[in-house]
């Protein structure tokens, strides 16, 4: 029940409205999904689908997947536990469906995501470990 809690913390904290469904999986089957959606052959850490009925409100809720393996080896990596991680992950889904995308808006969901991620007492976020990554010898995002 705490991460049901959280998400709807979040959920209210990104501006979205609607039903936002959460499916924390493996990442073979985050692969299927990110090849399916995005043609990226590859698992990934979240994916994120908005609703994308035309009759619903701008920011009306939609789809998160998160792979759990992603999400403990993250964890593990960054020295918090995977609840945490999880909870940074629905964040950054949640503002994903609020129609924020990081890759091309000039850094204001990075700022969004920070301001909310101190407001919700989580650690470091997606965006800033990838803006750091090359300096780490890892990949962007």
Do not use: W, Y
Not at 98 to 117: I, P
């Amino acid at each position: 029940m705490a991460l049901a809690r959280f998400a709807n913390k979040a959920q209210r904290a990104a501006g979205l409205c609607g039903e936002v469904n959460i499916l924390l999986t493996g990442d073979a089957e985050m692969q299927r999904l990110n090849l399916r959606f995005r043609h990226k052959d590859a698992a990934t850490d979240v994916l994120s689908f908005p609703a994308d009925n035309a009759a619903l409100p701008a920011g009306a809720g939609g789809d998160i997947a998160i792979s759990i393996q992603r999400a403990r080896a993250q964890a593990s990596a960054i020295g918090h536990d995977l609840l945490t991680e999880v909870k940074v992950l629905i964040l950054h889904g949640m503002l994903h469906l609020a129609g924020h995308d990081h890759e091309s808006d000039g850094g204001q969901m990075r700022k969004l995501e920070q301001k909310l991620r101190a407001g919700l007492n989580l650690p470091e976020g997606l965006i800033e470990r990838t803006d750091v990554a090359p300096r780490r010898g890892r990949r962007r995002r």
